[in-house]
């Protein structure tokens, strides 16, 4: 597996910023644990679910799991939060007509096809900003005292 990463260490004054990047594949522990080393440990368990399922859905669902294509993460953590933008390249146009009522924090019917990742993402993260026509999205946590 290839993926490479360029992170600055975390600062104390809560300032850190960094890109990753990884073929595409479905083995996201180790990539999913740099995402979360600056993190505290309490938030790790929620964070990593989240960020399992927006990796794996631009690894599988953007760049069909075809290891030529990368998934590109940027990072970035502040005085608010914890911040990831995630990116695929992938050409199989998206139709966000099926998730489009997910977005509104629905759960789909159980019969749905898909729009289930949406609505993990939006119980773990205070915010989830889909780009369909970038092919990315950005997920982020509030650190609870600047809510």
Known sequence: ?????????????????????????????????????DIPEEFHAELRLGLQEALVNAAK???QLDPSKTVVVEFATNQEGYWWTISDEGTVPLTPCCCRPRLEGYLPEDTSECGRGLFILQQVFDSVEWYPEKRQIRLGKKFADSV
Do not use: E, Q, W
């Open 61 to 63: 669902h953007g760049n």
């Open 1 to 37: 597996m290839f993926f490479s990463v360029m992170a600055i260490p975390t600062l104390p004054s809560k300032r850190a910023i960094g890109k990753l990047s990884f073929a595409s594949t479905l083995y996201l522990c180790p990539v999913i644990d740099v995402l979360l080393a």
